[in-house]
């Protein structure tokens, strides 16, 4: 057995120095979570034309998981303080795959239900709250960024999503692709019964009232909205790009669904090149120049192009800044919230969670009023270049704090 996190050395190398199968339960978890997290976006195309809905129906249906998913963080992570990370992850898995069941064997033929489920679904988003937990708690402090990398590559269950759901909805049916998503669910969350464990030493609980004192502080709030717009992008464009391939250049919802897989595995594989840029460079400059290129990428394809190839390298380049801006983000919060990390954890994925929800109800309420997505890109193209300008506005109050001084009040 794995010695004990408490006790492990920073001389022992990372994998004996933890307990690796609860790393390989929290990946999963976060994993499939995330896939059945944005799994209505990949299916909006078979699902709008089935049940006849407007483009901004169609929008709403999108951003309800990632709503709920921004609510639902908080209180997962309010959950974990009181029963320990493994029991409230165990809960939140239990629940998703009993509401995928149920849509499955009952149908969901309203556009209400569909709400419904995605309200549920949002439970999945909030695996973020308990899986980076629960891997960094089983690890000693000078392997947690190790752990917390490896967990957070989750996000990989986006790609699953669209690469896999619309080719399955077009052989067997979107209300069955419910059913199929529990074929990687199960197994997953079974393992995580059987292998995870909370850490030697738990943390103590954050008292609710902490979770929103940290609001409080100017940079916490500039944090929130940081990862509003870098998670947020990535997040929204993974669950809106198959029906915005699908209008925009007549691509079937296959075939689209391959595009945004294309897109979202780049902003997903590159996530931890946006550490080491903030390593090496600095958490400020790093991110300044992540949000200006998505900025830039997100104007680009609000002004159209020609060809679905084009469109394509654009957003993988916009997702590409956008995961970079989510590995660079969470490299510096550490050093600017060392005893708040708890609670700047959940309010900022909170945050994250939301961004994606406005940039997915824009995209759609951009389409029902004008016919094009143009607005809602160039609406989020305008939350990126505030982020810019917000980097540059906090950097004073950071290197005050990181020089050993009191940070001035903005």
């Known amino acids: 057995m794995s010695k004990p996190a408490s006790?492990?050395?920073?001389?022992?190398p990372f994998w004996r120095a933890g307990h690796s199968p609860t790393l390989i339960a929290a990946f999963l978890y976060f994993n499939f979570t995330f896939m059945a997290w944005v799994l209505l976006g990949p299916l909006a195309v078979q699902i709008?034309?089935?049940?006849?809905?407007?483009?901004?129906?169609?929008g709403l249906m999108v951003a309800t998981p990632l709503l709920a998913g921004a609510v639902l963080r908080v209180l997962l992570g309010m959950l974990a303080d009181r029963l320990q990370p493994r029991m409230a992850g165990a809960i939140g898995q239990a629940v998703v795959i009993l509401a995928l069941g149920l849509?499955?064997?009952?149908g969901v033929t309203t556009y209400a239900g569909l709400l419904a489920l995605g309200v549920v679904l949002g439970l999945a988003g909030a695996s973020f709250a308990v899986a980076l937990r629960l891997a960094s708690g089983?690890?000693?402090?000078e392997h947690q960024g190790t752990a917390l990398g490896i967990t957070g590559a989750g996000n990989f269950g986006t790609v699953l999503a669209a690469l896999f759901a619309p080719t399955l909805a077009a052989s067997f049916g979107w209300q069955n692709v419910l059913g199929l998503a529990l074929a990687p669910l199960v197994p997953a969350f079974v393992y995580y019964l059987l292998a995870a464990r909370d850490g030697d030493e738990p943390a103590a609980p954050t008292a609710s009232r902490d979770y929103f004192k940290v609001l409080r502080e100017h940079d916490a709030r500039w944090f929130m909205f940081f990862y509003a717009v870098s998670f947020g992008g990535?997040?929204?464009l993974a669950s809106c790009l198959t029906l915005y391939f699908n209008v925009q250049y007549g691509l079937s919802a296959q075939t689209a669904g391959y595009c945004t897989?294309?897109?979202a595995a780049v902003g997903s594989l590159f996530r931890p090149l946006g550490v080491r840029a903030a390593e090496r460079f600095g958490g400020i400059r790093a991110l300044a120049v992540l949000y200006a290129c998505a900025a830039a990428l997100l104007?680009?394809?609000?002004?159209g192009l020609d060809a679905a190839w084009l469109a394509v390298l654009?957003?993988?380049?916009?997702m590409l800044a956008l995961g970079m801006g989510n590995g660079a983000l969470f490299q510096v919060v550490p050093q600017r919230f060392r005893q708040e990390m708890g609670a700047m954890t959940a309010m900022i994925g909170m945050a994250g969670a939301a961004g994606g929800f406005v940039l997915a109800a824009a995209l759609g309420a951009s389409r029902q009023v004008t016919g094009s997505f143009q607005g809602g890109l160039l609406m989020f193209a305008g939350f990126a270049l505030i982020a810019l300008v917000g980097v540059w506005i906090v950097q004073t109050r950071w290197r005050a704090l990181w020089r050993g001084t009191k940070p001035a009040q903005a």
Do not use: H
Request: charged letters at 10%.
């Open 7 to 12: 006790r492990a050395s920073s001389r022992v």
């Open 48 to 58: 709008g034309a089935d049940l006849r809905l407007s483009a901004l129906e169609q």
């Open 103 to 106: 849509a499955w064997l009952i």
């Open 138 to 141: 089983i690890y000693p402090p």
């Open 234 to 236: 990535f997040v929204g």
């Open 261 to 263: 897989a294309v897109c």
């Open 299 to 303: 104007v680009l394809a609000a002004i």
């Open 314 to 318: 654009t957003f993988s380049g916009a």
